[in-house]
């Protein structure tokens, strides 16, 4: 195979902006965790100074493959499961827009217009190719398609602060929505037409995201944890039992970048534990919020460290 720079930003692939979705996430969770228990060191700075370097570095690179490999990005948009990660770009940027909030109102709002813009776009453009194209099959189904649709949910959590609050709920409303239709297809799917395939099979911890992300944004529209928000709460939880005993079927499998869907889910069920702590000050979501900070840290340190070893391996970018 031919390995020149040139072949490798080829395929440069869009998934990278999950690590921007980790990283963003990982960054909230420490800053919640530092003004909730007033921790004597800081972290969330660096790691926003972190996340947004690297959004910068990734976002240049993969300018420059459309740039020069224009009908290699046209694929990626239109293929049937690669384009579901396309829209990891404007979440990015809508986490990026959370993280900046308390450091510069104007550059939230900055980033959080134009992320919400963006996948509000990508959201319809999506859902118009699922409704008109033949080329969508049963077997390109997996959680990876919550990305686009129900990532809109995420948009209310920054956006009550930059938006009217009509604008926010029109974001919650269609994540809240087709966050069931999906999941129920998404289980018909795993259950009766076979096991998602290694490189998909990290995705399914973003069954834990859509819960996680609606409890919080719910949060920040009505400022209470009433039964609607904790049935959020507790389904993410039980997602997130449901997927770490299932921890002999990830640690088989070999090194993708699809590893990082471990990482947001991770981070947004550990903010809403945080949360619930803060609104219901039970001893019992303190301990839980302590150890899944703990372990969402180590698995995205666990994936940074792993994903430069596979950076310096040339196992990454390169052709499917």
Same mark, same amino acid.
């Given at each position: 195979?031919?390995?020149?720079?040139?072949?490798?930003?080829?395929?440069?692939?869009?998934?990278?902006?999950?690590?921007?979705?980790?990283?963003?996430?990982?960054?909230?969770?420490?800053?919640?965790?530092?003004?909730?228990?007033?921790?004597?060191?800081?972290?969330?700075?660096?790691?926003?100074?972190?996340?947004?370097? &690297?959004?910068?570095? %990734? +976002? =240049? @690179?993969?300018? $420059?493959?459309?740039?020069? #490999?224009?009908?290699?990005?046209?694929?990626?948009?239109?293929?049937?499961?690669?384009?579901?990660?396309?829209?990891?770009?404007?979440?990015?940027?809508?986490?990026?827009?959370?993280?900046?909030?308390?450091?510069?109102?104007?550059?939230?709002? &900055?980033?959080?217009? %134009? +992320? =919400? @813009?963006?996948? $509000?776009?990508?959201?319809? #453009?999506?859902?118009?190719?699922?409704?008109?194209?033949?080329?969508?099959?049963?077997?390109?189904?997996?959680?990876?398609?919550?990305?686009?649709?129900?990532?809109?949910?995420?948009?209310?959590?920054?956006?009550?602060?930059?938006?009217?609050?009509?604008?926010?709920?029109?974001?919650?409303?269609?994540?809240?929505?087709?966050?069931?239709?999906?999941?129920?297809?998404?289980?018909?799917?795993?259950?009766?037409?076979?096991?998602?395939?290694?490189?998909?099979?990290?995705?399914?911890?973003?069954?834990?995201?859509?819960?996680?992300?609606?409890?919080?944004?719910?949060?920040?529209?009505?400022?209470?944890?009433?039964?609607?928000?904790?049935?959020?709460?507790?389904?993410?939880?039980?997602?997130?039992?449901?997927?770490?005993?299932?921890?002999?079927?990830?640690?088989?499998?070999?090194?993708?970048?699809?590893?990082?869907?471990?990482?947001?889910?991770?981070?947004?069920?550990?903010?809403?534990?945080?949360?619930?702590?803060?609104?219901?000050?039970?001893?019992?979501?303190?301990?839980?919020?302590?150890?899944?900070?703990?372990?969402?840290?180590?698995?995205?340190?666990?994936?940074?460290?792993?994903?430069?070893?596979?950076?310096?391996?040339?196992?990454?970018?390169?052709?499917?």
């Amino acid at each position: 195979m031919n390995d020149t720079p040139v072949s490798r930003l080829q395929h440069f692939p869009i998934a990278w902006f999950a690590m921007i979705m980790g990283l963003g996430g990982l960054t909230l969770a420490w800053a919640r965790a530092e003004a909730l228990f007033a921790l004597p060191v800081r972290v969330s700075p660096y790691l926003l100074g972190l996340s947004t370097g &690297l959004f910068l570095a %990734l +976002g =240049a @690179a993969y300018a $420059l493959k459309v740039f020069r #490999h224009r009908a290699a990005a046209a694929e990626e948009w239109n293929h049937p499961v690669k384009m579901s990660f396309v829209p990891t770009f404007s979440i990015a940027l809508i986490l990026l827009s959370i993280g900046w909030l308390p450091w510069s109102e104007s550059y939230s709002k &900055l980033l959080w217009t %134009l +992320g =919400a @813009a963006l996948h $509000l776009m990508l959201t319809l #453009h999506i859902l118009t190719q699922w409704i008109h194209q033949p080329k969508f099959e049963l077997l390109h189904l997996n959680p990876a398609w919550f990305i686009p649709v129900v990532g809109n949910v995420l948009a209310p959590i920054a956006g009550v602060h930059h938006a009217p609050l009509e604008v926010s709920l029109f974001f919650f409303s269609i994540g809240i929505v087709f966050w069931p239709v999906l999941l129920a297809i998404i289980f018909n799917r795993v259950i009766f037409h076979g096991s998602l395939p290694d490189r998909l099979l990290p995705t399914l911890f973003i069954l834990i995201a859509p819960p996680a992300v609606g409890f919080l944004a719910y949060l920040s529209l009505t400022g209470e944890v009433d039964a609607f928000a904790r049935v959020l709460y507790f389904i993410a939880l039980f997602f997130t039992l449901l997927v770490l005993v299932q921890w002999r079927w990830f640690l088989r499998i070999r090194f993708f970048l699809s590893r990082w869907a471990y990482s947001f889910p991770l981070a947004a069920v550990t903010l809403a534990t945080l949360a619930m702590y803060r609104s219901t000050p039970n001893p019992g979501f303190l301990i839980l919020s302590g150890a899944l900070l703990g372990i969402t840290t180590a698995v995205i340190a666990g994936l940074f460290a792993r994903t430069l070893v596979s950076v310096a391996r040339k196992e990454i970018c390169a052709e499917d």
